[in-house]
């Protein structure tokens, strides 16, 4: 067999993938038979990457605290009975909300941090489809409804956009109720008929949000990985700080996994956000086929896919994305024919051209991970479990960006707690409670609730408590 060639330029590969493939072409190897068998060197290929992608999968863990009243150094232990499921998806749809800080928390499922999905709302009616005059946006089609990522002022929408989107007006209020801000917001309306046997909107499993790596020419060394979020959308406390909203008319015509895939080099997700080479992973069948008239919130880094429609018809899909967007696509989205653009505090890049050309050079990868970088993965999915635990889930990317990857890093800042201002913190947070001289909405900070999470770690008995719970899920 001749000697394997080296590699000096070019986007990283896996070594021992790079050799596997090198050898099923060289016909003097007794791999060389797999040579022409695309289909079993996929299979082969998908095998050897499996826990590299499963450790960027996140699913939340029951919560087993619950804090009660101020004194959060001594919570209330959840008994067996009250856990919920690991796949549970709130239902925020009966809790009363107005904006800001005076809310009564949901019940009976309680406050929630760090998950992935939610259920906002239930049997909301649509307008009527909306005849659109001649000329009045970009790309225009007939007189079909049909803007993708349209911005407008959240606080204001009838002011900033036109009048033939005012039959969603309540739509985009409701959504409004969850957020913990409005600034600028995104907005989808797509009213077009879908053929027999057609999705509507994107098929295929996938997020929102992508990353992919950028590599200087003539070097085959991995630089950085440039993000593109689409909402991003962390919950803290029930309240979201940015993601996606999304209904529609059509029953189970969209279908969402409860977890977060997150892949910040862009090895897991591919260019544009598919991952149908994790649906396995995800256990194929979705956590939630959303119902007619059902809003969901979700983060941009959670899996879901427009799914065929098996009639044709008309459909009307709504989708509000808010929070930090990447890039806005000229040649994809509309611009609004108010005029109205984002203040220079919410700018976002324009960027010209089609996205799909702009990216084609960026193939996916087929990556496992050398073991230090697996060892380091298991060490920061096991930390994201742990957070989830005591109602922290939405801090663990915080967290890494300051420096701690793991339980044991996170003890280590025991004595340096004045350091987590770093991570962002709120100031208040809100508690459950079963105490009836104690309002349910009592405020403490969420500095508090970690030391408590540390001081529960660093006692041994309670920290195979928790260990054991983990193994459960």
């Known amino acids: 067999m001749s000697e394997e060639p080296k590699r000096d330029d070019g986007p990283p590969v896996n070594r021992h993938l790079y050799a596997f493939l090198w050898a099923a072409a060289q016909p003097t190897s007794a791999l060389s038979k797999l040579r022409y068998n695309h289909d079993l060197l996929r299979v082969i290929l998908s095998l050897a990457c499996e826990e590299w992608w499963a450790l960027h999968i996140h699913r939340g863990v029951p919560k087993l605290f619950c804090y009660r009243g101020r004194n959060v150094s001594h919570p209330r232990r959840l008994p067996p009975e009250e856990l919920l499921p690991m796949d549970h998806i709130p239902d925020l749809s009966d809790s009363t909300r107005r904006f800001g800080r005076d809310w009564q928390p949901p019940q009976p499922d309680g406050v929630y941090s760090g998950v992935a999905m939610a259920v906002l709302a239930t049997g909301l009616s649509f307008p009527p489809p909306t005849e659109v005059p001649p000329n009045s946006y970009k790309g225009q089609v007939g007189s079909v409804l049909n803007v993708n990522m349209m911005p407008f002022w959240l606080g204001k929408p009838r002011a900033t956009l036109p009048t033939w989107c005012h039959g969603y007006v309540k739509m985009i209020e409701k959504c409004t109720e969850f957020m913990e801000h409005r600034g600028v917001g995104y907005l989808t309306i797509d009213e077009r008929e879908v053929a027999l046997g057609q999705a509507q909107r994107r098929p295929g499993l996938h997020v929102e949000s992508s990353f992919f790596p950028l590599y200087p020419r003539g070097s085959a060394r991995h630089v950085h990985a440039v993000s593109l979020p689409w909402g991003r959308g962390p919950m803290r406390q029930s309240w979201v700080k940015g993601g996606i909203f999304v209904c529609s008319t059509v029953d189970s015509s969209t279908a969402v996994w409860n977890c977060h895939v997150v892949d910040d080099q862009g090895s897991v997700v591919h260019p544009h956000g598919g991952l149908e080479h994790c649906r396995a992973l995800l256990r194929g069948v979705p956590c939630k086929r959303l119902g007619a008239g059902e809003l969901v919130w979700m983060t941009d880094r959670t899996p ?84 989830h635990v005591f109602e922290l889930g939405h801090l663990a990317e915080k967290m890494r960006e300051c420096g701690i990857g793991s339980v044991e890093e996170l003890l280590g800042w025991r004595t340096k707690l004045k350091s987590l201002a770093k991570i962002g913190l709120w100031k208040y947070s809100y508690c459950d409670t079963d105490d009836p001289g104690v309002t349910a909405n009592v405020p403490f900070s969420e500095g508090e609730m970690i030391k408590f999470m540390i001081g529960v770690l660093s006692n041994p008995e309670q920290n195979r408590e928790i260990q054991a719970h983990l193994l459960r899920y």
């Open 304 to 387: 879901h896919e427009s799914l065929r429609m098996p009639e044709g018809g008309r459909r009307q899909f709504f989708r509000l994305v808010v929070g930090r967007v990447g890039a806005w696509y000229a040649e994809h989205n509309t611009p609004n024919p108010t005029g109205y653009t984002p203040p220079p505090e919410y700018a976002v890049p324009v960027v010209e051209g089609n996205k799909f050309t702009l990216l084609a050079p960026l193939s996916p990868r087929w990556e496992f991970g050398t073991e230090p970088e697996l060892e380091e993965a298991r060490r920061f999915h096991h930390l994201w479990r742990v957070l």
